[in-house]
């Protein structure tokens, strides 16, 4: 079955450092990966995605992710972080030649200090 | 903005009682998902759809049934509400390679 794992349930990083917030997966397959923001009482919002092709992917407000088959990963980085960057982020995979279910993480807490 | 229209945005009801949420969608997209949002556990599928007609279950598909009579539609349905459902539920939809789309959510309090 497949899975997705966010291990950091908040992630600190000062405005103008770096960020990073990972996600591993699990899926029987080649992946489809996708990662979303989410805004206090607002819906989700998408980010980027991976389907084929190069894996470093290029997303919305200067979001980047690599995909790593080797190491199941698809982590979020940003070169330079934003206090309105502060938000819950989710990973999300799905297994597209096994099923239809598109299986979201249990999310990441971005917290962006001035 | 996809055009997803969840119903309705808001809603308290009582234990026991039957609740159904409506997705609806302009969008002509294939797959059509429910999922809950609840604390610590982030966002979790309910049931999914593929098609008319055609849905299967998700993570937590205990005490939900769905249905899918035309495209645009996909209707989620709590048989006997219990305290546990309450949550935010979120409606989606996608094509095969594509991100998913969402709803704005809604909000259900069981009391």
């Known amino acids: 079955a497949q899975s997705v794992a966010q291990p950091e349930d908040q992630v600190n990083v000062a405005e103008g450092n770096p960020l990073t917030v990972k996600c591993t997966y699990s899926?029987?397959?080649?992946?489809?990966l996708f990662w979303y923001v989410q805004y206090p009482n607002r819906g989700l919002q998408f980010l980027l995605k991976?389907?084929?092709?190069?894996?470093l992917v290029k997303g919305s407000y200067g979001f980047e992710a690599e995909f790593n088959k080797s190491q199941t990963s698809f982590h979020l980085k940003k070169p330079s972080a934003l206090v309105s960057d502060s938000a819950l982020y989710f990973c999300?995979?799905?297994?597209?030649?096994?099923?239809?279910?598109?299986?979201f993480g249990t999310g990441t807490r971005l917290q962006v200090f001035p | 903005d996809a055009g997803i229209t969840q119903s309705p945005r808001h809603k308290v009801t009582e234990t026991g009682t039957p609740v159904t949420l409506r997705c609806h969608q302009t969008?002509?997209?294939?797959?059509m998902y429910w999922y809950r949002q609840d604390p610590g556990h982030g966002l979790r599928l309910i049931h999914y759809?593929?098609?008319?007609?055609?849905?299967d279950k998700g993570e937590v598909s205990d005490g939900y049934s769905v249905s899918r009579s035309k495209t645009e539609d996909f209707l989620l349905t709590l048989e006997s509400a219990t305290s546990s459902q309450t949550s935010v539920y979120f409606c989606?939809?996608?094509?095969?390679?594509?991100?998913?789309?969402f709803g704005q959510g809604t909000r259900l309090t069981v009391v």
């Open positions: 991976y389907i084929t092709g190069d894996n």
């Open positions: 899926v029987s397959g080649n992946p489809y």
């Open positions: 759809s593929y098609g008319v007609k055609d849905t």
């Open positions: 999300a995979v799905r297994d597209p030649l096994n099923t239809d279910k598109l299986i």
């Open positions: 989606a939809t996608g094509t095969t390679n594509t991100e998913a789309f």
């Open positions: 969008e002509n997209h294939r797959y």
